[in-house]
């Protein structure tokens, strides 16, 4: 009777001070490419959660408590992401924000559906991720919109009738080149050329080659910086005259340091986010990041930024925290730096995009 008497009371204890240690934070899971190939992204995105977390926290946390950040780097491999998920449900976390990349994201879904833990994108923009799970949300809108905006563009305002498209060839470059591509030809375009090319190419002076061969109206390039930064290089050294059409993936201030003068003039759709807007919560936004980062906040900053905030929302809205967190996500009608954020049946966002051009060396909104 002893025995189980001190049992029950252990138990007592172990309960009794887990969940005071429990209520003195909430804590949110982080998963971003912190080395590798898509380092340069993750640091955007960890900028852009912690300045938002410090900015929470100053003004009272949530709900009176601290939030905390539980990052993991996935080192750039989507199997490393899939693989943070448990480790970081096991320490206390009901939402992860992460899935930098499409493939990532796709990656960790199904482990966040099965193990209840709600994935929050502020990044991943493949097609594939519409509707694959109720644990599964962005805040970035699907290439749907950004494939399909700048295929009417190019006809009909860029007078646009044939081009050659060289893609990455990971679902990123996949899927949003077959959302450009059944546009662009639903609109009497013609594609000339088109291959997909492995992560990490750095040669392309065959493929640009073939592409002036049978000289397009424009080259469409859906991908990273550094592989587009190597095609510009190219088809500058070539002389090919085509306009340039490319994606959001590849503005990164890194494709000017690397291109130079080759990225002049490339024209791409990405979400409405403008640092150089006169909007008094952007400019507010933009003078806190630089005062903490020696930079001007990009777009994966500032949709980061915006995932916190709202996650911090929905928990502030939560009755029952962490059971229904997911509901409240779901149900989130939020206005942030990036637009107004309210997720469809789906998990997407509608979010238009516009036109942008890499104009002296800055990305300039087409006006």
Known sequence: ??????TL??????ILFGCKEELKVYRVGAVVPLSGQFEAYGRNVKNGLTLALEEINA??????????ILFEDDRSDEKVAAGKVKALKGSGVAVIIGGVTSNEALAMAPVCEQE???????TASSPKLTGIGQYFF?????????GRVM???AVRRMKIRSVAILYIDKEYGKGITDVFKERFQGLGGVVSYEKGYPEGTVDFVEDVKQIKANPPDAVYLPGYFTEVA????????QKVEAKVISTQGMAQPMIVEIAGEAAEGVVYPQPPFDPESNDPEIQKYVASYKKKFPTKPDIDAAFSYDALRL???AIENCANYPQDLRARIADTNFKGITGDIAFGANGDVDIQPRMFEIKGGQFVPIR
């Open 1 to 6: 009777m002893k025995s189980l008497l001190s």
């Open 9 to 14: 009371f252990v138990v007592f204890l172990l």
């Open 59 to 68: 003004s009272g946390g949530v709900k009176g408590k601290t939030l905390d």
């Open 116 to 122: 209840k833990v709600v994935l929050l994108s502020p």
């Open 138 to 146: 962005r805040n970035y809108p699907s290439d749907t919109l950004e």
């Open 151 to 153: 295929a009417e563009y």
């Open 230 to 237: 190597a095609i510009l290089k190219e088809l500058k050294a």
């Open 311 to 313: 996650v911090a929302r």
